[in-house]
């Protein structure tokens, strides 16, 4: 076991984005079917000829307490060791998955959220009923405490006053607080190509063509990714609309779009790990949430019946009954996204600053004026 950890700990950032790993992936809310379906994927990496450490890509806003208690047994059905990243969050029972494995992992985009549990669906029942459920919740929850002090840095105090809360914990402080072991960062550096013709770029019939749209899951959004030609350049067209599905009706309206942000963020890491030279695709109306991902390829092309939507104003985390906790985590994402506009493209700082207190439409001209695109198609 050692020596695989040893292993892993040796890995470039690189490494763990390719086939030296069995990856495995569990997205959306823990609850019994998914965490079976893990459970399957784990037996099934141990009956290979020549098993590799399995790697569980984690994407979940958390889910059902007595059925997170479940994740514990994955680590002793694996005769394998298992390492564990963050893909884009971790929240709640999740992290039970991500704090138990051998080596614990992060993209620097990701966040994790640690809290006490909620009780749904209790207040009818009588009262003998209600206090007998939440002794029993009390007890699992005060093992779960007892697994954070044991993997983690934090001290008993610090960590009932963050259960206190429902706070966005950010790569730094997780690192910090040995949450994880690691944060991922890589970045494929492609060559500079000569000068091509745009045209005869779209219509290369051995270009390889990624198109990622807002249902996919990471573990679809790889598989495409794994099957890219590194001989070839790669073109990505990210989506805009229709990104709510039927799974969705649960959450509010705040929080798909928190959601929605969280997934752009995370298209980051997986773009600049592309190992071809990439160029991004604007063809049709685009939110900034999507867009930011296509910052990170080596060049944007824009269509001149396009344009990129600035929508922020009502962006808004209301994720805690407490309002200072939903107020603190969404100015975490939009400063993130305002360091990343800053960064990577001419967009004016006061235009940046202000991009999450007013509405505002840039089209193909404005865009590249901003840095946002580097070629207009006119049609």
Partial sequence: MKDTIDFLKKLSDKDFYSNKLTHLYITGTINSKNIEKLIEDVRNANKETNPKPILIHISSMGGDLKDGIKLLSIYNISSVPIATIVDNYCFSIATLLLINSNYRLMNKNAFCLLHEYSINGYINNNKHNILN??????????????????KTLFSKEELHDLLEHNLLL????????RIVDRVIDYEYKSPELSSANITDILKDVNINNLNINCKMTNEEI??????????????????????????????NDDTKIFILLYNSLNLISKIKAINTYKYGIIDVPISIEYLIPLLYTNKIIMYSHSYIICNL???FQNYSVLLDDNIKNTKMIINKIKDILKQKTKIPKDYIDNIDKKFSIIDAKKAKEFGLCSHIIDI
């Fill in 133 to 150: 459920f939440i002794n029993t919740i009390n007890s699992y929850f005060k093992s779960i405490i007892d697994i954070y002090l044991k």
């Fill in 313 to 315: 104003l009502h962006s």
């Fill in 222 to 251: 790889d598989n495409s990714i794994n099957k890219i030609n590194s001989n070839n350049s790669t073109i990505i067209y990210t989506t805009y609309s229709n990104c709510y599905s039927d799974d969705d009706n649960h959450n």
């Fill in 170 to 177: 950010d790569y730094k402080l997780c690192l910090k607080k």
